[in-house]
C-alpha cells in the first residue's frame, strides 16, 4: 500500500530539524531509518503532514567513547553498532544488541535512537539501554534536555519527547573493567521482533555484585526494568541462589500477553531462564575481568 501524502523536508543542520518540527505543532515526524516509521505510513497506521528527514544532518553518525561515556549519534545505525571495536568490546551488552535487532536489511538502515523514539515494547535496544543505564540527549525549541532511558516510554509507541524535540545521542556511563553483560533473545525466526528477551548488565566490586541492570523485552507495554531483581543482587556475593532468586523476581516483573509468539505463561518462563542464563555469562565475563 502506500502512505498517505505528505510533505519532506531534507534540513541540513539540527536547529533547522527543531524549527520544522516546532513549525508544524505535532503534524511532522522526524526520519532517521525509516524502518519503523515508513511502514507505519504504509500500512496507514497512522499518518503524517510533514516528514522531516535527518539523513542530511553532519555529525550525528558517530560512536564516541570518551570522559567516561559512550555516544551513541541519531544517524548511527544498527550494523554500525554491530561492527564497533568499542561495542563488542568495552560494552558486551549493547555490541550482542545489535546483531540481534531484525534482519541484516533493516539493520543497514535503522537506528538506535529511532528505536528510543518509536518505543516498541518489542525494540531490543530499549531493554538493552535500561539495563546499561542510558540516557538520551534531546534538542527542542525549549533548549537541550537528558532523559533517561526509562523515562522516554510511557506506553505502546508512546513517549515524552514533545512534538518540537528530536534525540541527538543516546549516552551510556563507562560501566568500567569488571563488567559483563548479555542480551539473550528468543525469536521465532531470525529477524523476527523478540518472543521475549532479557538484557543484563554486572559490575563486579570485591567479589560482589556492584552495579547492575536488567531490562526486558516483549513483555509488558514498555520494556521493563526489573527492579526487585536488580535490588535483590545489589551487594550480594554473585551464588547460584542469589542467580536464581533474581531470575524469579525478573519473572515477576514481566506482564506479557499471550499472543501469535507464546502464551504469558510461556514468555513469562523464557524471562526467568534467559535472565538467569544471562546474570550467569555476564558474572563469569566479569569475574574474567577481575583476575
Ligand atoms: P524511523 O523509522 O525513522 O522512526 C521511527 C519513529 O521514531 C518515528 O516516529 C520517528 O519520528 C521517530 N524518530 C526516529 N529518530 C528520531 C530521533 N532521532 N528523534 C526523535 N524521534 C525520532 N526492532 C527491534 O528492536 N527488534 C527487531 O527484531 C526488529 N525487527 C524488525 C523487523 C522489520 C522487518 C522491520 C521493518 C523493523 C524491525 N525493527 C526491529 C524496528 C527497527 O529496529 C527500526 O529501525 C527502529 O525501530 C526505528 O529506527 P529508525 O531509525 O528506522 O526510525
Not at 527543531?18 to 505510513?41: C, F, H, N, T, Y
Request: overall charge negative.
Amino acid at each position: 500500500m502506500y502512505p498517505p501524502r505528505f510533505d519532506y523536508l531534507a534540513p541540513t543542520t539540527i536547529e533547522e530539524v527543531v524549527e520544522a518540527l516546532g513549525e508544524r505543532a505535532g503534524d511532522a515526524k522526524v526520519m532517521a531509518g525509516g524502518q519503523s516509521l515508513i511502514p507505519v505510513l504504509k500500512l496507514r497506521i497512522a499518518s503524517v503532514g510533514t516528514i522531516v528527514d535527518l539523513n542530511g544532518v553532519a555529525g550525528l553518525d558517530g560512536i564516541v567513547d570518551a570522559d567516561g561515556e559512550l555516544r551513541i549519534g541519531a544517524l548511527v545505525r544498527h550494523a554500525q553498532a554491530e561492527r564497533s571495536p568499542v561495542l563488542t568490546k568495552r560494552y558486551g551488552l549493547l555490541g550482542e544488541t545489535a546483531r540481534l535487532v531484525a534482519d541484516p536489511l533493516v539493520r543497514n538502515r535503522g537506528t538506535v535512537c529511532g528505536s528510543l523514539a518509536h518505543a516498541d515494547p518489542q525494540g531490543d535496544w530499549g531493554s538493552a539501554l535500561l539495563a546499561a543505564r542510558g540516557s538520551v540527549v534531546v534538542r527542542g525549541s525549549g533548549g537541550e534536555r537528558t532523559i533517561p532511558v526509562e523515562e522516554i516510554a510511557i506506553g505502546p509507541f508512546m513517549t515524552t519527547l514533545q512534538p518540537d524535540e528530536v534525540i541527538v545521542e543516546v549516552r551510556v556511563p563507562d560501566p568500567g573493567p569488571r563488567t559483563g553483560g548479555s542480551y539473550l533473545k528468543l525469536e521465532r525466526k531470525v529477524g523476527d521482533f523478540a518472543t521475549a528477551a532479557v538484557g543484563v548488565q554486572v559490575t563486579l566490586e570485591n567479589g560482589h555484585v556492584g552495579q547492575v541492570g536488567i531490562g526486558l523485552t516483549g513483555v509488558g507495554a514498555t520494556n521493563v526494568r526489573a527492579s526487585a531483581a536488580e535490588d535483590a543482587l545489589r551487594g550480594a556475593a554473585p551464588t547460584d541462589d542469589a542467580i536464581r532468586e533474581a531470575a524469579e523476581l525478573a519473572a515477576s516483573a514481566a506482564e506479557p500477553q499471550s499472543d501469535h509468539r507464546g502464551s504469558a505463561d510461556y514468555k513469562r518462563n523464557v524471562v526467568r531462564v534467559f535472565c538467569e542464563r544471562g546474570l550467569r555469562t555476564a558474572i563469569s565475563a566479569a569475574q574474567a575481568g577481575e583476575e
